[in-house]
């Protein structure tokens, strides 16, 4: 079956980077889209950005340029996630979600979360 | 940017009611809909594709329709286990928006 599993929570400081990772399986990974979305406490589903596991292109929302880095290694299945220059704002839970196999695809399994708090 | 609205922002109703939210686009989006439920503390599920498509394994009280710029999501017969929140969001164009969701509450 398919999994997403997304690394442990992390605790940042203003100013600092953070790193989330989501290793699939179940399906053949460079065949799919990886998205991920995160969720401030109380609020909306806020979508970020996209990686193409194949090719490694991506995309992401004007909101995070310049803050927002996607990777992903195929020999772990793993996307990560890289958010720099954090601030109290970024605290959220952040989800791995796979997209479809084209550009526009919809989403269908989730990971489980990872929890970043930025605090000083 | 497609902004999605969506209403009712919370409703109330009882098991085996009939539930019906909307969902708005600012723009046309085809049928680049999607629908997801999520309940405290954890991920979102993702229910419709398609504006009508079901993902397997969700129950078939759940059905979508629309095309355009106007949506539903309706549950044809509430249960328990359906108190949530519920998401549309559009797929059409880059940067994919949410609503802001709907909470189904115990009436």
């Known amino acids: 079956q398919v999994l997403l599993v997304q690394s442990g929570a992390e605790v940042k400081k203003p100013g600092a980077s953070v790193k989330v990772s989501c290793t699939a399986s179940?399906?053949?990974?460079?065949?799919?889209?990886m998205h991920w979305v995160r969720q401030a406490p109380g609020q909306g589903l806020e979508w970020m950005g996209m990686?193409?596991?194949?090719?490694?292109?991506?995309s992401n929302a004007q909101k995070f340029q310049g803050r927002l880095t996607m990777t992903r290694d195929t020999s772990t299945s793993t996307v990560y996630m890289e958010l720099s220059s954090l601030r109290s704002e970024d605290t959220a839970v952040y989800y791995c979600?796979?997209?479809?196999?084209?550009?526009?695809?919809?989403?269908?399994?989730w990971g489980q979360g990872t929890l970043v708090t930025v605090s000083s | 940017d497609i902004q999605m609205t969506q209403s009712p922002s919370s409703l109330s109703a009882s098991v085996g009611d009939r539930v019906t939210i909307t969902c708005r686009a600012s723009?046309?989006?085809?049928?680049?809909l999607a629908w997801f439920q999520q309940k405290p503390g954890k991920a979102p599920k993702s229910l419709i594709y398609?504006?009508?498509s079901l993902h397997s394994g969700v129950p078939s009280r759940f059905s979508g329709s629309g095309s355009g710029t106007d949506f539903t999501l309706t549950i044809s017969s509430l249960q328990p286990e359906d108190f949530a929140t519920y998401y549309c969001?559009?797929?059409?164009?880059?940067?994919?928006?949410f609503g802001q969701g709907t909470k189904v509450e115990v009436k």
């Open positions: 179940g399906y053949t990974f460079t065949a799919y889209y």
């Open positions: 723009q046309g989006i085809s049928d680049y």
């Open positions: 990686i193409n596991p194949s090719g490694g292109s991506t």
């Open positions: 979600t796979r997209g479809g196999s084209g550009w526009y695809g919809e989403f269908d399994y």
């Open positions: 969001q559009q797929y059409n164009s880059d940067p994919r928006t």
């Open positions: 398609a504006a009508s």
